[in-house]
């Protein structure tokens, strides 16, 4: 007990000096007299038995993620509260400003909620897989806990590709479908409700699988499978698809007029024409030498992301720095390119997020090839950077040393913000993770909060979602955390 107890104040490095002091012949000695019967042996088995049962059987969201050590010696909280510095555009919801900061979570078991999206009634519809499915649920955002779910096909993908808005939600399933998904809220018994299903089965081959959705501002839903189909479904029509023949890794961007479709080796534009989709333009980009550390993918950089006056933004895979690649969106002609990041030490698969009209920030996942590479306090290099298009020149606004391997950043223009799930480097090997917000004008990093600790607390490419209240969430390993400004954030 006494070695639990110091372990989860101080981390790993206290198992470590117990597994050293067990090869001393004297410590080995004094564990021989003092070594239990065999009844208290069985007492204890059983105990440790009922306990696993009784958290396996504990409905989701109970509990709280279970920790991982360290608590003691990682800061809980750095930085200092902020006030509002609003950026122009479209209002959106306030994230917190690290005031009295609260955090919470809810432990899922192996479940990783990847896709997280408020509904109309201030709730979270939440997307969640496991080795056993993947399933729907509808969660109360005070205390995390499902208040509706529903099961979905096995899925194709590690995470199956959703997209939607408040009012309506699109998942691809792995029968090739496409299930429209709204949530209800009748006699006060939340629901999840199926509103429309198209059979993808009649455009699209066995065994094809749809890696990315996006649902378009006139109400088309795009979809694209991992070799390179993409297709388009109308509100009310019948799905249409066009074969690009190149491997397809990231996201679809959408606008008015059709998709872009970032392949490992150029981007696409894709209209309509009597409703089947065609082909404007491509544009290819540097793949470099192929899969970089951190990337799934090989020759694939990050997906489109739309900027103001026409203007798109990607990152491509060069060596030995990747670019950040600004396109006009008539043509998918050069505007120009920057390098980010250190020679030989910069990739990513994370959506770019777009700030200040024609800015976009970059996180740098190389070398992050999964949750054993944070082990023991490790982290990648990393790093977080602004690039900004200038008289037509692209230029590094500002650039952070704050490590966000896979969630890319989430921007809340009401407070000026933008915010990551970071790792911390520990020399004392506790795995400590962040919600971290930076000045989304200068890079400063104004505070963090401890989420959690251990690699189930690590995300899996989850970006932070910014809900009602001013709460941030944050979809890791082993279910979800919560963090909200104590004086003005969500109440139990």
């Known amino acids: 007990m006494a070695v639990a107890a110091l372990w989860l104040a101080c981390g790993p490095v206290v198992l470590l000096a117990a597994v050293a002091a067990l090869v001393h012949p004297r410590t080995r000695g004094l564990l021989r007299v003092g070594r239990p019967d065999r009844r208290t042996t069985l007492v204890g088995a059983a105990g440790l038995v009922l306990l696993l049962g009784a958290v396996w059987f504990v409905p989701d969201g109970r509990l709280p993620v279970p920790p991982g050590g360290g608590a003691w010696v990682t800061p809980g909280y750095t930085g200092r509260p902020v006030s509002p510095q609003p950026l122009p555009g479209e209002p959106d919801r306030p994230g917190p400003l690290g005031l009295s900061v609260e955090v919470d979570s809810g432990w899922y078991g192996a479940e990783h909620c990847g896709h997280l999206l408020p509904d109309t009634h201030e709730r979270l519809l939440a997307l969640c897989t496991s080795s056993s499915g993947a399933r729907l649920k509808v969660l109360d955002p005070r205390t995390l806990r499902p208040v509706a779910t529903a099961s979905l096909p096995d899925p194709c993908a590690d995470v199956p590709p959703a997209a939607g808005t408040e009012e309506e939600f699109v998942v691809a399933t792995g029968d090739r479908r496409l299930l429209h998904v709204t949530t209800t809220d009748g006699a006060d018994a939340p629901a999840v409700v199926t509103q429309r299903a198209v059979d993808l089965g009649r455009v699209l081959p066995a065994g094809a699988c749809v890696v990315s959705v996006a649902v378009d501002p006139v109400g088309r839903t795009w979809f694209v499978t991992r070799a390179g189909e993409v297709g388009v479904v109308a509100a009310e029509g019948e799905p249409a698809v066009l074969a690009l023949g190149e491997s397809v890794g990231q996201p679809l961007a959408v606008d008015r007029d059709g998709a872009y479709v970032t392949t490992a080796e150029a981007v696409h534009r894709v209209v309509t024409r009597a409703g089947a ?27 489109v992301t739309l900027l103001e006056g026409g203007l798109l933004a990607l990152t491509d895979n060069a060596n030995p720095r990747m670019h950040v690649v600004v396109l006009r969106a008539v ?162």
């Open 331 to 492: 043509d998918g002609s050069q505007v120009c390119r920057q390098e980010v990041f250190e020679d030989d030490a910069s990739a990513t698969e994370a959506a770019l997020t777009a700030v200040g009209g024609t800015g976009v920030v970059v996180t740098n996942g190389h070398g992050w090839t999964g949750a054993w590479r944070g082990v023991l306090g490790r982290r990648p290099p990393g790093g977080i950077a602004r690039v900004d298009v200038v008289d037509g020149a692209c230029a590094t606004t500002w650039t952070s040393a704050e490590v966000a391997p896979t969630s890319g950043t989430t921007l809340s223009r009401a407070t000026g913000l933008l915010y990551a799930w970071t790792k911390r480097r520990s020399w004392l090997g506790v795995d400590a993770w962040y919600l971290t917000a930076l000045d989304a004008r200068t890079g400063r990093t104004a505070f963090a909060a401890r989420g959690g600790t251990g690699p189930w607390a690590g995300d899996a490419g989850s970006p932070v979602t910014i809900g009602p209240g001013g709460t941030a969430f944050v979809g890791i390993r082993a279910g979800l955390v919560r963090v909200v400004d104590g004086t003005r954030g969500l109440r139990d």
């Open 277 to 303: 989709p065609l082909e404007t333009w491509r544009s290819a980009y540097e793949t470099g030498s192929g899969r970089k550390p951190g990337q799934r993918d090989a020759g694939s950089g990050s997906g």
